[in-house]
DNA sequence: CGCCTTTGGTTTCATCTGCAACCGGTTGAA
DNA sequence: TTCAACCGGTTGCAGATGAAACCAAAGGCG
């Protein structure tokens, strides 16, 4: 009672997979090497960038990383002057995180960096294309989802 | 000088991220828990179902895994009998990988609800986004490939 | 109030991953 | 032949990751 092989190139999850570790290794290019940020690091200061003040349990949420990978690259970024922390007045647990100035910089730095290959890895997409695409993947993601 | 924030919930490297980690995740949950199968290991299965007799380097570009993982997973699995090693006589250094008998009957089991899961995830979309949705997969990989 | 539960966040530990060094076999040029 | 360069595969080590234990502050209920 044999089953059917699999064609693994053709197996969707694969391709996804394949197709989102190349994207993102291009996109990390962009970071890396010239600003030291990790992965983790660039998500939460993408984040920050766009709502300052938020909260470690709030950035869970917003990068999708588990709050243990939240709290250590907000540390390292801490220790780098990056953001800063200032504890909440209303609740001594939280705290609110923020770029600082040079925080500020290397965002200013580092997202036209990340939209220019974003467009780059896009350019041979066709409008329709890139918006089945996208309707693709928030279809994708909220079957998968818990 | 202030950049435009980056909306990180429409950035497509970041929602092909999201999407992949979800979907390989349900997908593991098919193999994980039940027969303590890694990914890489089930990939590396994966493929020696469908190419029995493979090397570990041929494995390497297939699975897209690097030469150590493939060497880690292989180990495991001739450790646990689903798959054996013959050192091939025209070259000494390479082995032939292919499934044991238990292999098969894992590979058999496996397979099958990798499919079903695939196609639960799939079923919400129409044809015409799924076909756009692979054709967009080729060409960033191709593009983001090297 | 005082106590128990919950919550935000950090730390610990065990595992995974990936690069680089390494080992043995093969090849090819002198 | 012989020896150096190369190749397939493994191992060692350092950094990344995630689950679970943990700590301190806050909330709720008697």
Redo the contacts with the bound molecule.
Sequence with gaps: MTVPPLKLEEFLPFRLSLAS?LVSRRIAETYEAEFGL???QWRVMAVLGEYPGM??????QKTA???????????AL?NRGLIQ?RT?P????????SLTEAGERVYAEVIPRARKMEADLLKALPRETLDALDKALSELTEAAEA
Excluded: H, Q
């Design positions: 570790n990790s992965t983790t909260t470690a349990t709030e950035l869970t990383l588990d709050k243990v990978a939240v709290s250590r690259a907000a540390s801490v922390k909440r209303d609740d001594n647990r939280r705290a609110a995180l």
